[in-house]
T-cell receptor, first 118, second 112 residues
Framework: GAVVSQHPSWVICKSGTSVKIECRSLDFQATTMFWYRQFPKQSLMLMATSNEGSKATYEQGVEKDKFLINHASLTLSTLTVTSAHPEDSSFYIC??????????????FGEGSRLTVL | QQQVKQSPQSLIVQKGGISIINCAYENTAFDYFPWYQQFPGKGPALLIAIRPDVSEKKEGRFTISFNKSAKQFSLHIMDSQPGDSATYFCAASPPGNTPLVFGKGTRLSVIA
């Protein structure tokens, strides 16, 4: 299957700083990537849909000025948590489909990035 | 309409037993139903998936049963092993390049 790589896998930062998480499709071009957030022992919550070359579409209740998403190329999308606070601590996971997946629906996930804000 | 309801929330199964997890949906536009397995600290990994034109799909020890009229689908894990202990999520999506809607997850523990 297609490989989606996320970096960093974990990050600790001080309150008020910004953190950038990268999501790369390693062996395919992803015109669309999806960003999810997961709290401990809970399900995945869709944050936004990231489209290459255009602005991300955010889900209701997700602050677009807090969670900046950039999808500058067909293989890279980034999520920047700006002015992070402890309540932003969470597990962030990106996902993407390859060309076949757009037809079949199959979605591949990255390994996730654990953010801890002190 | 966009919800996928998953049960049970947690499940304990003896080694060698059958693990059964159920999901139900409302949106009849959904046409893709995958199951994901997630270990702690890792991203979800696709386990098996089914489309509404098939009532059952089997891959190794994992089987999806699909009931279109009841709008329900389930995951059966045969001969459950301790290594199967993980959180399992059902999901669904309509046609097109749309995001998956996830169930709340089931924490499976397989004990020896």
């Amino acid at each position: 299957g297609a490989v989606v790589s996320q970096h960093p896998s974990w990050v600790i930062c001080k309150s008020g700083t910004s953190v950038k998480i990268e999501c790369r499709s390693l062996d395919f071009q992803a015109t669309t990537m999806f960003w999810y957030r997961q709290f401990p022992k809970q399900s995945l919550m869709l944050m936004a849909t990231s489209n290459e070359g255009s602005k991300a579409t955010y889900e209701q209740g997700v602050e677009k000025d807090k969670f900046l998403i950039n999808h500058a190329s067909l293989t890279l999308s980034t999520l920047t948590v700006t002015s992070a606070h402890p309540e932003d601590s969470s597990f962030y996971i990106c996902s993407a489909r390859d060309r076949e997946g757009v037809e079949t629906g199959e979605l591949f996930f990255g390994e996730g990035s654990r953010l801890t804000v002190l | 309409q966009q919800q996928v309801k998953q049960s049970p929330q947690s499940l304990i199964v003896q080694k060698g037993g059958i693990s059964i997890i159920n999901c139900a949906y409302e949106n009849t536009a959904f046409d893709y139903f995958p199951w994901y397995q997630q270990f702690p600290g890792k991203g979800p990994a696709l386990l098996i998936a089914i489309r509404p034109d098939v009532s059952e799909k089997k891959e190794g020890r994992f089987t999806i049963s699909f009931n279109k009229s009841a709008k329900q689908f389930s995951l059966h894990i045969m001969d459950s092993q301790p290594g199967d202990s993980a959180t399992y999520f059902c999901a669904a999506s309509p046609p097109g390049n749309t995001p998956l809607v996830f169930g709340k997850g089931t924490r499976l523990s397989v004990i020896a």
